[in-house]
């Protein structure tokens, strides 16, 4: 008989039996939470396999963010992301964590149980919404007030309004972005390059030599203008998501289930109104590649002169065109976002009539 196998023990840091420690609750956006205790002085977070917190978040960077142990605080730092990090629904750089914070990362959450820690001074609070509550505090220490009970479920009210009028001025200034309005000013300038172009076809009319690889180079280059809108409208995308990311952070911290709620129907209405962007940059992509097939089927049809390739080239442009795009953009947007502010006037009636806006 062999040796019985000694069992084997995990290796951990000798720094962190030296003070605090943590463990990380993690839920995606797939909704499933999963605990990671931290057992080294750093740990990885990101979309990347390689990372010691690895999820499968399209909106995290690979190697996102670092959390450490440095002087008996546990810090984190941002890794260059694309979507930075929202501590509590503020954005951060570096900051040490307290137990109880709460990290969003892209549509990732992470909440912070740091070992023997101690609660953020703050309880993780911007200072406009902790300014409410103290002196929500206050008001109610000078009207005599009596019991302790009371007092808390008057103070979390006051939190929950104060934070909750946070959240509809958030959301009012994520409306002012427009999708549709990045495209506007190349409308007609696309236009003008189709309409120089034309729509060659095979047969005696066809064009012919220098004419001809102007038309195709032509089609080319639309295609890249293409490209390049995909470009800019992936920019706005981050930005929108990075909106979404500070507004769920902030709903996350109000305590009253039925205001949670209607928030959440906000949330969902928010995101509705975001998948335009996602839509259009779809569409534009779609339109880059079809105008390169068609440029392809010139250069086979009229250049080379495959016949075969006379059906493509009579079938144009497979995809929509840009102004329909652009139309279809323009009434989606305009009912998502009337939608949104729809809700947002519910909410204002939750939170006292604050944040309305100017008639």
């Avoid at 030296?18 to 977070?45: H, L, Q």
């Avoid at 984190?76 to 501590?87: E, F, H, K, Y």
């Avoid at 180079?217 to 203008?225: E, N, P, V, W």
């Avoid at 009253?256 to 839509?279: F, H, M, S, Y």
Wanted: neutral net charge; contains cysteine.
């Amino acid at each position: 008989m062999g040796e019985e196998g000694t069992p084997k023990t995990e290796m951990i840091n000798p720094a962190l039996l030296d003070g605090v420690s943590a463990n990380f609750i993690v839920k995606g956006p797939s909704g499933v939470e999963k605990a990671y205790p931290m057992r080294a002085i750093t740990v990885t977070v990101g979309r990347s396999d390689q990372c010691d917190i690895a999820v499968k978040d399209s909106s995290m960077s690979g190697r996102h963010a670092e959390i450490s142990k440095i002087n008996g605080e546990i810090r984190v730092r941002d890794m260059g992301s694309a979507n930075g990090i929202w501590l509590n629904g503020e954005r951060v750089d570096d900051v040490e964590l307290f137990d109880g914070d709460v990290l969003r990362l892209g549509q990732t959450s992470i909440r912070v149980d740091v070992v023997g820690g101690r609660k953020r001074p703050d309880a993780g609070l911007s200072p406009k919404v902790l300014a409410a509550i103290i002196a929500g505090v206050l008001v109610l220490a000078g009207a005599g007030i009596a019991g302790g009970l009371y007092l808390k479920k008057r103070a979390q009210a006051r939190r929950d309004r104060a934070t909750l009028t946070a959240f509809i001025a958030a959301a009012r200034e994520s409306q002012r972005s427009n999708p549709c309005a990045v495209t506007v000013d190349k409308l007609a300038d696309v236009q003008r390059i189709q309409n120089n172009l034309g729509k060659p076809a095979c047969g005696k009319n066809a064009p012919k030599g220098d004419d001809a690889r102007r038309i195709v180079a032509g089609y080319r280059d639309l295609a890249r203008t293409y490209d390049r809108i995909v470009v800019s409208l992936s920019q706005f995308e981050a930005q929108s998501t990075s909106s979404v990311a500070a507004l769920t952070g902030a709903a996350e911290q109000i305590a009253d289930p039925g205001i949670r709620d209607r928030v959440a129907e906000a949330q969902e209405l928010v995101e509705q109104r975001n998948q335009i962007t996602k839509n259009l940059i779809s569409d534009w992509k779609k339109l880059s590649l079809a105008t390169n097939n068609y440029a392809t089927a010139i250069e086979q049809a009229v250049i080379q002169g495959n016949s075969g390739a006379c059906a493509d080239l009579d079938r144009g442009i497979s995809a929509r065109m840009p102004s329909d795009v652009q139309n279809d953009c323009k009434r989606s947007f305009k009912q998502k976002k009337d939608g949104v502010e729809d809700k947002l006037k519910e909410l204002d009636e939750i939170a006292g009539g604050e944040g309305a806006p100017a008639e």
